[in-house]
């Protein structure tokens, strides 16, 4: 299959603890952006934001999370544990003042990473969470792992056609990259999500974040943050410090398709300091 989606950025592998971690970087002389995926997703999946923001000015760097793209499982699946990978990448590679963005997965892993104990929090200095994971129930957990793990481990032949008609407003790259990282993805990190044997929440820990975030929502009936746990995150967020935002004509994919532009310019302000 030919390569008709073309990322101008530089593939990157750097040896930590548990293993490879591999990350896309686009240069830029501005600030650092690190961008974190969704589950089955990889960093060539945020390709669309990542050159914008490059287009900016910031360096991006984009990571493939555990299990994704080309870099190696974690040793454990939960969030913390994850979050803790991306925190010695940060100190690995010697980031400061930066700036990060998850979505949903990596979302939670973001959330994790400023509300945890790595040092490498405190180089964080703003962070955007678009449609994250802020909890699971593990009697409930297990049931969505079907539908998550579709595709998984298959070639971008059997995969392009069920995510074109499963999405049929994505850009043609969406497809591309998506179908790419779903044959890239190994099963075992997706199922050591859905599977972590005890419920879990990352609600309360919002009033540990110290730095300015942006929490961006899909329309009600996409979004996986659910009114109740909006209220628990917006009652234990420290004063001023917390925005959340509905984006209006957006599903949970909030960076593929048509919801994609008015995400990205509410992103856009938000990391600016406007």
């Not at 002389?29 to 910031?58: Q, V």
């Not at 979302?107 to 180089?123: D, K, N």
């Amino acid at each position: 299959m030919t390569e008709p989606c073309h990322i101008a950025a530089r593939r990157q592998f750097v040896q930590l603890a548990h293993g490879r971690v591999s990350f896309l970087e686009w240069p830029g002389a501005g600030p650092t952006a690190l961008l974190c995926h969704g589950i089955t997703s990889s960093a060539a999946t945020l390709w669309r934001l990542g050159a914008d923001l490059a287009a900016e000015g910031w360096r991006v760097l984009a990571v493939d999370l555990p299990g994704h793209g080309q870099s190696d499982l974690s040793p454990a699946f939960d969030i913390d544990t994850v979050a803790n990978i991306v925190g010695d990448l940060i100190q690995t590679l010697g980031l400061a003042e930066l700036a990060m963005v998850g979505h949903s997965w990596g979302g939670a892993i973001t959330l994790a990473l400023l509300s945890g104990e790595h040092p490498a929090r405190a180089a964080v200095q703003r962070a955007v969470l678009l449609d994250p994971l802020i909890r699971q129930e593990a009697a409930v957990a297990p049931s969505w792992l079907p539908h998550f793990s579709r595709g998984v481990g298959q070639s971008p032949e059997e995969t392009l056609p069920m995510l074109r008609e499963t999405n049929p407003d994505w850009h043609p790259c969406d497809y591309y990259w998506k179908a790419q990282a779903l044959a890239e993805c190994r099963y075992e990190q997706v199922a050591g999500l859905f599977l972590i044997p005890a419920d879990w929440t990352l609600a309360p820990r919002i009033a540990r974040v110290q730095a300015p975030l942006l929490i961006l929502l899909a329309e009600p009936e996409y979004t996986i943050v659910p009114p109740a746990v909006q209220a628990e995150l917006r009652a234990a967020a420290p004063s001023g410090l917390m925005q959340m935002q509905l984006i209006p004509g957006t599903n949970h994919n909030m960076l593929r398709g048509p919801g994609y532009s008015a995400t990205y310019a509410v992103l856009r302000a938000f990391l600016r300091g406007n």
